[in-house]
């Protein structure tokens, strides 16, 4: 049976354990050119250096209007490439595995004049009113994730994630909630997730896995559930998606129209049941700081891996810590041997 320290190994992709930092942005990129600076390499590399099996870099624009805001980070030139090689190569030094999710915030890009989206729908009155993509546009999107995957590739990640969840681009597209369009993408929602999980597996190694996230529910009125986004995601996996990332919400405000409150474990249960709808391997998030709520994730088959956000924020050891308080033998660094 498998816990928390059991390596997992997936195509060409091996983790010494089953601990993900997952992507969380860190709007530091105070030249505003999307290239990671010192506080991205010291903030990955401590991460790896504490212990975890995979860190997920922030979500990382695919074109300049797909930043939250203007000091995310981006993807969208070459010349971002040499800045993720050198943070690659130091997180590989510590034995962890790393990749990069790759999105575009649509609608809720802030800083965007003005952002675009599915449909010409704002998030709410604070936001500024998207400008719909044409049909053509859609396309060259679909090209500048492909172009985005190839330089992660080039940098020499790991894997890369595809950021479908949080209300973000990709998610804007298969939600009914958001794609009021009436042309090929509004007529087959999930064509456009679909054609990008496509692109980017035609330029990533075959054996590499991609990695998707996406919000398995919907909680405002009207919103989607699990039923219909596991029909999406089937669509997905059969496209090259090999790993499922199930977060939920970002459609609307967190907690509205009796969303859940974010305690311990809330999201578990949706990631179980995408990975026996869909028989895929799964990544749960949501809460899961506390060591024994993480290590009954993965004792409990309903997640493959756990991702650990905040706990890892406040704690880059927090995978050598957990690794001491469930008596799991993983290795300390010598440097740091008196401390433990």
């Known amino acids: 049976m498998a816990d928390l320290f059991t390596p997992f190994v997936l195509k ?16 530091s990129v105070q030249a505003e050119d999307g290239i990671p600076n010192n506080w991205h390499y010291v903030h990955y590399v401590s991460r790896a250096v504490g212990g975890a099996g995979l860190i997920i870099i922030e979500m990382t624009a695919i074109h300049p209007d797909g930043r939250i805001t203007n000091q995310d980070t981006g993807i969208w030139s070459d010349e971002h490439i040499s800045a993720y090689r050198n943070i690659v190569n130091e997180v590989h030094t510590y034995g ?16 965007a004049e003005p952002p675009v989206a599915p449909s010409a729908i704002r998030f709410d009155e604070k936001y500024k009113i998207p400008r719909a993509l044409s049909t053509d546009e859609v396309g060259e999107m679909v090209q500048a994730y492909k172009e985005a995957a190839r330089r992660a590739v080039e940098a ?10 949080h209300g973000y681009l990709i998610h804007q597209f298969h939600s009914p909630l958001t794609n009021r369009r009436d042309d090929i993408y509004g007529q087959d929602l999930p064509l456009f997730g679909e054609q990008v999980v496509k692109a980017v597996r035609e330029v990533v190694p075959e054996d590499m896995p991609v990695i ?11 919103g989607y559930d699990v039923e219909y986004i596991a029909k999406v995601c089937e669509r997905y996996r059969d496209a090259g998606v090999d790993v499922f990332h199930i977060s939920s919400g970002g459609e609307g405000h967190i907690g509205s129209n009796g969303g859940p409150k974010a305690g ?7 990631a179980d049941e995408i990975k026996n709808m869909l028989n895929v391997p799964v990544i749960a998030v949501g809460r899961l700081e506390n060591f024994e709520d993480a290590q009954q994730v993965v004792l409990s088959g309903k997640a493959d891996l756990v991702a ?7 704690d880059p050891y927090w995978a050598l810590h957990a690794s001491q308080a469930l008596q799991a033998n993983e290795k300390i ?6 401390g433990f």
Do not use: W
């Open 12 to 27: 060409g992709l091996s983790l010494k354990n089953r601990i993900v930092m997952p992507p969380m942005c860190q709007y």
């Open 96 to 111: 962890t595995r790393i990749g990069i999710q790759l999105g575009h915030a649509g609608r809720k890009a802030e800083d």
């Open 156 to 165: 020499g990640f790991d894997t890369v994630e595809i950021h479908g969840a």
């Open 212 to 222: 998707m996230r996406v919000s398995a529910k919907e909680y405002v009125d009207g």
């Open 264 to 270: 311990p474990g809330y999201q578990v249960e949706l």
């Open 308 to 314: 650990v956000g905040r706990g890892m924020l406040k």
């Open 333 to 338: 660094p010598k440097q740091y041997l008196r």
